[in-house]
């Protein structure tokens, strides 16, 4: 009870007193607000924009603390706070720059965070014809060679679903899981039939869909806790988009199966182990402000 009553006392003490009384002896002493500091003290990335973020979140000025929601129009705002703060852009190009794209990426998270949950939120149905469609491209993409018998088909075990009806496996994390098996299986074909084949292992191998939809709950974990913020703020300077999530996405399971083969497992039954170790790394890895998420083939692609 008492650590809870100091906790809140000393955050009074330090958004009231403290943080005001510091910043008013640097705007002082350099002659420049906390936002310019800010912008020329660090490099582009996510140190730079969680602390541009930060610094608004907290201003005493209610439209200071209002430029970095959903629906702030960017431009504008970054004109506003030029205005608030008595600066000028010809005299501040770079930091109208700066701030132009820190707060794209802030609010672009926030929109993120939408558009991720309605898709999660979206059941797959087969009376859905993108749904079944799509469905059916991710056979192709993992055995362009080999055709599928029927819909209901004992043959989507051998791609990695538990039965001979795929709908049931997206319970979790609805189409938004079928959506990043997808994107990797068509854009990096060779290096998804790689990972199927090693969860095809008789002894040390895994459900390869399953395991997907799994890796699509990790991200979606680290994506709304904001531990994500780390890889975005670093390596998208725009508003990230969902297909940046399945970039992640791509990153994660091809490093997972990695991982997987490393640890060396009995059998599937480990699974739920060396899941949770994997992610208390990938957690462990984001908290460094410099991480980015990418594999070699992936940073080739986009070279």
């Given at each position: 009870?008492?650590?809870?009553?100091?906790?809140?006392?000393?955050?009074?003490?330090?958004?009231?007193?403290?943080?005001?009384?510091?910043?008013?002896?640097?705007?002082?002493?350099?002659?420049?607000?906390?936002?310019?500091?800010?912008?020329?003290?660090?490099?582009?990335?996510?140190?730079?924009?969680?602390?541009?973020?930060?610094?608004?979140?907290?201003?005493?000025?209610?439209?200071?603390?209002?430029?970095?929601?959903?629906?702030?129009?960017?431009?504008?705002?970054?004109?506003?706070?030029?205005?608030?703060?008595?600066?000028?852009?010809?005299?501040?190009?770079?930091?109208w720059g700066i701030l132009k794209v820190s707060l794209?990426?802030?609010?672009?998270?926030?929109?993120?965070?939408?558009?991720?949950?309605?898709?999660?939120?979206?059941?797959?149905?087969?009376?859905?014809?993108?749904?079944?469609?799509?469905?059916?491209?991710?056979?192709?993409?993992?055995?362009?060679?080999?055709?599928?018998?029927?819909?209901?088909?004992?043959?989507?075990?051998?791609?990695?679903?538990?039965?001979?009806?795929?709908?049931?496996?997206?319970?979790?994390?609805?189409?938004?899981?079928?959506?990043?098996?997808?994107?990797?299986?068509?854009?990096?074909?060779?290096?998804?039939?790689?990972?199927?084949?090693?969860?095809?292992?008789?002894?040390?191998?895994?459900?390869?869909?399953?395991?997907?939809?799994?890796?699509?709950?990790?991200?979606?974990?680290?994506?709304?806790?904001?531990?994500?913020?780390?890889?975005?703020?670093?390596?998208?300077?725009?508003?990230?988009?969902?297909?940046?999530?399945?970039?992640?996405?791509?990153?994660?399971?091809?490093?997972?199966?990695?991982?997987?083969?490393?640890?060396?497992?009995?059998?599937?039954?480990?699974?739920?182990?060396?899941?949770?170790?994997?992610?208390?790394?990938?957690?462990?890895?984001?908290?460094?402000?410099?991480?980015?998420?990418?594999?070699?083939?992936?940073?080739?692609?986009?070279?």
């Amino acid at each position: 009870m008492f650590s809870v009553l100091w906790s809140q006392l000393w955050g009074w003490f330090y958004i009231f007193l403290f943080r005001p009384f510091i910043k008013r002896v640097l705007h002082f002493v350099t002659g420049e607000c906390e936002l310019i500091r800010i912008a020329h003290g660090y490099e582009t990335g996510t140190l730079r924009t969680q602390r541009l973020e930060k610094c608004l979140s907290l201003s005493r000025s209610r439209y200071l603390r209002g430029v970095v929601s959903t629906d702030t129009d960017i431009d504008e705002a970054v004109d506003q706070v030029f205005y608030y703060k008595h600066l000028e852009r010809q005299k501040h190009p770079l930091f109208w720059g700066i701030l132009k794209v820190s707060l794209l990426q802030i609010t672009g998270y926030q929109q993120l965070v939408a558009e991720v949950e309605a898709r999660r939120k979206t059941p797959f149905s087969s009376d859905n014809s993108e749904h079944e469609s799509d469905l059916m491209k991710l056979w192709n993409n993992l055995n362009p060679e080999v055709a599928l018998q029927s819909r209901i088909s004992s043959q989507w075990t051998d791609i990695g679903f538990q039965g001979d009806n795929p709908e049931t496996d997206f319970r979790g994390m609805g189409i938004f899981g079928l959506d990043q098996l997808v994107f990797f299986t068509s854009k990096y074909p060779s290096q998804a039939r790689s990972l199927l084949s090693h969860s095809q292992h008789p002894t040390k191998g895994y459900f390869f869909a399953i395991v997907g939809i799994n890796i699509t709950s990790l991200l979606y974990h680290i994506f709304k806790t904001g531990a994500l913020k780390t890889h975005l703020y670093n390596l998208v300077p725009r508003k990230p988009s969902i297909r940046d999530l399945h970039e992640v996405f791509c990153y994660l399971f091809y490093e997972f199966d990695s991982f997987w083969i490393k640890e060396n497992p009995r059998d599937i039954m480990e699974f739920e182990r060396i899941k949770n170790k994997f992610q208390k790394e990938i957690e462990e890895m984001l908290q460094d402000s410099t991480t980015t998420l990418q594999t070699p083939f992936q940073k080739a692609k986009t070279s």
